[in-house]
């Protein structure tokens, strides 16, 4: 069964960081890219980056280059999202989801499976 869960989100300050995990099971990280999105209250969901299968190329569209970080390890099955300088626009809640494939895929159509999603709030 596959499974993404999400966790590390919380209530932060302006200026603050946090690190987002997303962990799966059901499948290995070899095979799949995992993206994240978030989904700001009364917004559209838009995809932040996403992390290749093969190579662990990495992609940020551009509102994320620069605080927003990708990685992931593969022998703990998770992929995180770190990111610094956190803004009241940040507040949102982050899903992460994968999708079979070699590519980078930032188009959340693409994407085959979805977390539940974790709660990021910024606020003083």
């Known amino acids: 069964q596959v499974q993404l869960v999400e966790s590390g989100g919380g209530l932060v300050q302006p200026g603050g960081s946090l690190r987002l995990s997303c962990v799966v099971s059901?499948?290995?990280?070899?095979?799949?890219?995992i993206g994240w999105f978030r989904q700001a209250p009364g917004k559209e969901r838009e995809g932040l980056s996403c992390?290749?299968?093969?190579?662990?190329?990495?992609y940020y569209v551009d509102s994320a280059r620069g605080r927003f970080t990708i990685s992931r390890d593969n022998a703990k099955n998770t992929v995180y999202l770190q990111i610094h300088s956190l803004k009241y626009e940040d507040t949102a809640v982050y899903s992460c989801?994968?999708?079979?494939?070699?590519?980078?895929?930032?188009?959340?159509?693409?994407?085959?499976?979805w977390g539940q999603g974790t709660q990021v709030t910024v606020s003083s």
């Open positions: 059901g499948f290995t990280l070899d095979h799949y890219a």
């Open positions: 992390i290749s299968s093969n190579d662990g190329s990495t």
């Open positions: 989801a994968a999708v079979s494939g070699s590519g980078v895929y930032i188009e959340e159509g693409e994407y085959e499976y």
